[in-house]
């Protein structure tokens, strides 16, 4: 969990830096490559952008029930499930190759399972770097680890 938390705080950081410059300064240099990366910057990881869109169509379907006004929330309705007949129709051409199905229906879970990371985020504070021993190291003295 830290070491996706820092994946993803990192990504976040560097988005947040460098998007809006990236866009401008591909448009000023007429770069169509910095251009790019600055619309690649501000979409976010694909777990983050469907729990926002769906949060999101929940208020809106609130909203909707509540004034009869159903416009915007089904026009982000259709936007999720197109992205997720997208994502299984990827699946059907070539991921099934790398993700069985098992990992395929896990996807859901997975994705509950990246809220507490973006809620670390959220909250802020520097992300402390814990080095993970290699196994070609051989252990400090003093060190208590059984091998």
Known sequence: LDQRTRWEAGFVAIAR????????NGIRRQNRKLFQLGLHLLVPPLALLLMLSAAVAIVLGIVGWWTGQW??????????????????????LAGHR????????SLPVYVLWKI???LRIVKGGQLAW???ERA??????GDD???
């Not at 830096?17 to 401008?24: D, E, G, K, N």
């Not at 790398?98 to 229906?105: I, K, Q, Y």
């Open 98 to 105: 790398w993700l069985g199905v098992a990992a395929l229906l």
């Open 17 to 24: 830096a460098f998007a809006a410059q990236s866009l401008l």
């Open 130 to 132: 814990t080095r993970t």
């Open 71 to 92: 416009g915007a929330f089904a026009v982000l309705a259709t936007a999720l499930i197109v992205a997720l007949v997208s994502v299984l129709i990827n699946w059907m």
């Open 136 to 141: 070609t190291e051989q252990p400090k003295e």
């Open 116 to 118: 507490p990371v973006y």
């Open 145 to 147: 680890q059984c091998r």
